[in-house]
């Protein structure tokens, strides 16, 4: 018997039930036709748009919580890679025959995690049972008890559900301080860098803790010039954090005593193959000095430095990196490079979260990284900081740790 030849478009069209493809930016990527249908929307209105933009929350009901649920699920489930299951939802939707007129609807969705080679999430399918009828049909004509009934006896079992999540949240309270605590030992604010003003800035992934495997580090060096670090241990959490704050403080050792970047970064991965979750990690380090207006640096398969000129040409620093820690078998001696500034040049340091999307290519994100450097070049460096998350990040927070230096040469 011949294997049949699969068109997965139609049956993901021809679907029994409402079912949408999201991003995990939350962009609409694909809606089936009972989804279509049922919503009152074409395909055309829906794909390529922000779920929310689509569907806004009905400005009519102050009560209305419909938007904040359906965001939080959603995020939970790019954030944990789990499916996630809401209670029954009240979300009225504009009649698209009747702009200003809004429809009641009950809904019973489903959030299901995509997940590509990565293993991070690439879609979420976004599946709702549309319960409006049901209710209503609990109702005779001009009577509405029951359906009133079923309706309260539904948000009953929501509330329960809500009841418990506020549990859950409080016996995590006590986790969560000790991650702030953490998080305050091992990620300073930056020291004293003389007449020369730095910024850092820290951005744990959504639904994570206030701890992630991000890093940044400035350490003196002899003659009194500086060195600044960036590092990215795989995964999130307390884990990942504990592995970070080993790795952290034997680079700032290690480029007290050695030569270079290079020699400091060799170090660091001889150590890396004795801790137990750095293997893989990413880490750039630089050594600024100051009478030469030079920068010596090397990478250990992390995205490159960004040095802004003070005539707003922007270079990445990408002459000198390598593969991660602990990456290869034997032990090799790793790269570096050396580039001058002139004096207001600016520095910035950063992990992947802030240029990465999955949906886009690393040089993408360069770019707009770029961009956003040249049109804030005037900035003192706290501002600057504020404008590359502003501009860089997703509005309802990023997938990934995020860390960031930012320091006026």
Same mark, same amino acid.
């Given at each position: 018997?011949?294997? $049949? ?14 079912? %949408? ?7 609409? =990527? ?10 009152? !929307? ?24 419909? !938007? ?15 499916? +996630?299951?809401? =209670? ?7 009649? $698209? +025959? ?17 997940? /590509?080679?990565?293993?991070?999430? *690439? ?18 004509? /001009? ?26 949240? !409080? ?41 992630? /495997? #991000?890093?940044? @580090? ?5 003659? /009194? ?36 970047? &290079?020699?400091?970064?060799? %170090? ?20 600024? #000095? ?19 000129? $003070? @005539? ?7 002459? &000198? ?23 207001? %040049? ?9 240029? *990465?999307? !999955?949906?886009? @290519? ?7 990284? %770029? ?7 005037? +900035? ?19 997938? @990934? ?9």
């Amino acid at each position: 018997m011949r294997k $049949p030849q699969i068109d997965y478009t139609a049956v993901f069209r021809a679907l029994p039930g409402m079912v %949408a493809l999201l991003t995990p930016d939350l962009v609409y =990527a694909d809606a089936n036709d009972d989804f279509v249908r049922l919503a009152g !929307r074409t395909r055309e209105q829906l794909v390529g748009r922000y779920i929310f933009d689509v569907f806004p929350e009905n400005p009519n009901d102050p009560a209305a919580a419909g !938007r904040h649920e359906t965001e939080t699920s959603m995020l939970r489930t790019v954030a944990t890679g789990e499916r +996630d299951t809401m =209670a029954l939802l009240r979300y009225d939707i504009e009649d $698209p +025959d009747r702009p200003g007129h809004w429809q009641e609807h009950f809904w019973s969705p489903v959030n299901a995690p995509v997940l /590509g080679p990565d293993g991070q999430v *690439e879609l979420i399918v976004h599946r709702v049972e549309e319960v409006t009828e049901l209710i209503r049909a609990f109702g005779g004509p /001009g009577d509405d008890s029951r359906a009133r009934v079923l309706e309260a006896e539904l948000y009953t079992r929501a509330r329960e559900l809500q009841e418990v999540n506020e549990r859950l949240r !409080r016996a995590h309270a006590h986790e969560r301080e000790v991650a702030l605590a953490l998080q305050a030992a091992m990620l300073p604010a930056p020291g004293p860098t003389g007449e020369h003003a730095a910024a850092v800035r820290y951005r744990p992934a959504i639904g994570a803790l206030n701890v992630c /495997g #991000d890093w940044y @580090d400035l350490a003196d060096l002899p003659g /009194g010039n500086l060195a600044v670090a960036v590092g990215d241990v795989v995964g999130h959490g307390l884990a990942a954090a504990c592995v970070m704050g080993q790795l952290r403080s034997a680079l700032s050792a290690a480029c007290r005593v050695a030569d270079g970047p &290079a020699q400091a970064l060799e %170090a660091l991965g001889l150590y890396a193959r004795s801790v137990e979750g750095a293997e893989s990690t990413t880490v750039v380090s630089t050594f600024i #000095d100051w009478a030469e207006r030079t920068v010596t640096y090397s990478s250990a398969g992390h995205p490159p430095p960004a040095l802004l000129h $003070p @005539d707003g040409t922007v270079r990445f620093l990408d002459e &000198a990196t390598d593969p991660p820690l602990a990456a290869r078998p034997e032990h090799l001696a790793r790269p570096q490079a050396r580039t001058s500034f002139t004096e207001g %040049a600016t520095l910035v340091l950063y992990t992947d979260g802030l240029v *990465e999307r !999955r949906t886009e @290519d690393i040089y993408t994100g360069l770019d707009r990284l %770029a961009d956003s450097l040249v049109r804030h070049r005037k +900035d003192d460096p706290e501002q600057l900081a504020d404008a590359l998350l502003a501009d860089l990040l997703p509005a309802t927070g990023n997938t @990934d740790d995020t860390a960031l230096i930012v320091i006026r040469l």
